[in-house]
């Protein structure tokens, strides 16, 4: 296993909260945790859920707080932030309507996970929003995608055609990240050799793909 982000601790608990949301609830998981679900690589200090509007009675005991700026909301369970991106409502902080995600998921232990060409969209546009912290957690779980994930790459472009993203927060940012990857091969890969060939094998496939 990998050298880990965050503490188990955070991890843990995350995972607690993540298990206890109720089978009801019908939400499709993306962000961190589910990376670690098509990887099995870094777990998630929070989580986040697609999730339609009228489910959300479940948070409201909690209470259910909002990010300056954005129509994101999220609710701390037992010390755990749960990111609500909700169908109908979130659609303009995303490339993709919440809609998508709601429908297009595959079954991973039980749990309804983003289509993981979508989780990888949904990571990279990320990257404008977060602080320097969270930043390296997502180059991490984005490259871990990229290596390790199976991602088609030609699904992936056509995703970006389709909802319209611009190259600098798709396919130019994914390149970033791969160039910003190489301090953090310990979190990503078992060895640098193993790192070094595989950065070199997708820098030059996505340079090919997307110019």
Do not use: C
């Amino acid at each position: 296993m990998q050298r880990q982000f965050w503490s188990a601790e955070r991890t843990n608990r995350s995972l607690e909260v993540l298990r206890a949301l109720p089978e009801g609830l019908d939400f499709v998981l993306i962000g961190g945790w589910a990376v670690y679900l098509y990887v099995g690589n870094q777990k998630s200090e929070d989580v986040d859920i697609a999730i339609n509007l009228d489910k959300l009675d479940f948070f409201r005991k909690y209470g259910i707080e909002g990010y300056d700026g954005t129509t994101i909301k999220y609710s701390i369970i037992n010390g755990t932030r749960v990111d609500l991106f909700i169908s109908g409502y979130t659609d303009r902080d995303l490339p993709l309507p919440i809609s998508k995600i709601m429908r297009d998921y595959v079954v991973i232990e039980g749990m309804k996970v983003v289509d993981r060409e979508l989780l990888l969209l949904l990571k990279l546009w990320g990257y404008f929003g977060h602080d320097e912290v969270k930043i390296r957690k997502d180059i991490i779980d984005v490259v871990s995608l990229v290596f390790y994930g199976s991602i088609g790459f030609e699904k992936f472009a056509s995703y970006i055609k389709e909802y319209k993203v611009s190259k600098r927060r798709s396919s130019d940012a994914l390149l970033e990240y791969l160039d910003r990857s190489e301090g953090l091969w310990e979190y990503i890969s078992p060895s640098k050799q193993e790192f070094d060939a595989l950065k070199r094998r997708y820098k030059s496939r996505l340079r090919m793909l997307f110019g």
